[in-house]
């Protein structure tokens, strides 16, 4: 069993990562035990499975990744690491957004009491358009028993200790699906139309991460993204903040963004567009983390 241990630019904090990951919603793409994550990848053709864990709390922040089946093999396990970075923000210094917190005298408190919380993203663009798609004007249990039912139709797997841990399909994979198989997963005529179209321009090549990495800006991506059949300013900001985690994103009209900004009588009601707008400019730059933490306020805190 191979393993690396991942330091992390503090403030980190493992527990609230863990939290977010297991929020009651049944996510197939990973699992939550007792000690950490477990996560399925697609790699070199095959599948690999790993563990994420906190090492001894008297040590510097850092991550435990253990191999638990496939490849475990050096090139495999730097693999997992690298993913594990960009899927968790990891080499993120969240200092100045602490800085930007703590000037604010309603949301202060966010630093304190969620600290160390990263903004856990969706490397893969095709499985945040579609997540983002599937969750559009539906609340977040239907919809993550809507991706499983897509993900178990035409994903991958990885067998362990007779459990399966899912791997989100292929846009090839996806397409291989007839509309009423689809809305036998109670997708509607709309949203089959949506995730179809968006599988077939990466088939097509009309659309990949890499394309979208290769555009000037933020801007260019965006406009990418909106030219997608089904994806609008909600979806194309969800994208830009969970896969290549733009900090500038803001889910526009989000409604646990408007509730949790209610909440804390920062606007009067969802549509001060205005006093929106002039709170995210006093985060720039950080407008994603900003966000993120308000969501997390919605919630109980860990522990």
Known sequence: ????LIPVTPPFSFDECRWWLDRN???CLHAATTSGIVKALPYAGRQVLFHLSSPSTDQPPAIQL??????SDPDAVNYCVSFLKEWWDLESDLTPFYTQLKAHPQLSYLGEK???????????????????IIGQQINLKFAYQMKRRLVEATGEFVEFNSNRYWIFPTPESVLQLDPQQLRDMQFSRQKIAYIHAVAEAFVNNRISKEQLLQLPDDTSRLEALLALKGIGIWTANYVLMKTFHTRSAITWGDAGL?????SHQLIADKRSTAAIESLFGKFRGWESYLTLYLWRSLSQPTG
């Open 258 to 262: 408007l509730n949790a900004l209610i």
């Open 114 to 132: 969620f600290t160390g919380l990263r903004l856990i993203g969706i490397p893969n663009l095709f499985e945040s358009l579609c997540w983002s």
């Open 66 to 71: 253990k191999i638990l089946a496939g490849p």
């Open 25 to 27: 919603y049944d996510d």
């Open 1 to 4: 069993m191979s393993s690396a």
